[in-house]
């Protein structure tokens, strides 16, 4: 069973940088793709980015391409997600995920409920 926990969210101004980090445990996580969502309120929760399990492929969604960075480093089992350039939409709560069978780069791998393990979330607050 993999777990994972969420970190480094918080309250930021508009055009500040937070970076998240999230922590897994229980399992390797090289053997997962990772990627993060987030859900604003009265919204469904929605793809940001996805990394892919060894090689450090990435995608984004066009809302935060460029802005955002996910990175991963497999000798700590952690994931990260570099925000930059933040703007009040992108407040949310932020969850990781992760599965050991999707494919990097398929529609799957944006896709909420294709994901088998979920952290708790971490609030991110961006002020205007």
């Known amino acids: 069973q993999l777990q994972l926990v969420e970190s480094g969210g918080g309250l930021v101004q508009a055009g500040g940088s937070l970076r998240l980090s999230c922590a897994a445990s229980?399992?390797?996580?090289?053997?997962?793709?990772m990627a993060w969502f987030r859900q604003a309120p009265g919204k469904e929760r929605e793809f940001v980015a996805v990394i892919s399990k060894s090689m450090g492929f990435t995608l984004y969604s066009n809302s935060v391409k460029d802005r955002f960075t996910i990175s991963r480093d497999n000798a700590k089992n952690t994931v990260y997600l570099q925000m930059n350039s933040l703007k009040p939409e992108d407040t949310a709560i932020y969850y990781c995920?992760?599965?050991?069978?999707?494919?990097?780069?398929?529609?799957?791998?944006?896709?909420?409920?294709?994901?088998?393990?979920w952290g708790q979330g971490t609030q991110v607050t961006v002020s205007s």
């Open positions: 995920a992760a599965d050991p069978s999707l494919a990097y780069g398929t529609r799957s791998s944006r896709q909420s409920s294709e994901y088998d393990y």
């Open positions: 229980g399992r390797t996580s090289s053997m997962y793709v």
